[in-house]
């Protein structure tokens, strides 16, 4: 609780409101949440479209990215901490 407290600034933690949106992610990323790609792959809006393979808005070149989240096997990758990026299908 202390941690999603932090990560989304609530000043009273008995006041979180219906449909607030959380911050889940840690502010302090470890080496386990990043992910190195090593060939440019095509990045995607959702990962639904990552998974199916359409609708590529961009390139996902290769280096380190942070991952910003997991959904059906898919990773979001970004340059920036806490910030979403780009879908990729880590099996492509």
Do not use: C, E
């Amino acid at each position: 609780m202390a941690d999603l407290v932090r990560l989304n600034n609530i000043s009273n933690p008995n006041l979180i409101r219906f449909r607030q949106v959380l911050r889940l992610l840690s502010p302090n990323v470890p080496n386990s949440n990043k992910q190195h790609v090593t060939r440019a792959s095509p990045g995607f809006t959702t990962a639904a479209d990552a998974a199916s393979g359409r609708n590529p808005r961009t390139t996902v070149n290769p280096g380190m990215y942070y991952v910003f989240n997991h959904a059906h096997g898919m990773i979001n990758v970004t340059n920036t901490h806490g910030v979403s990026g780009s879908w990729i299908n880590p099996n492509r």
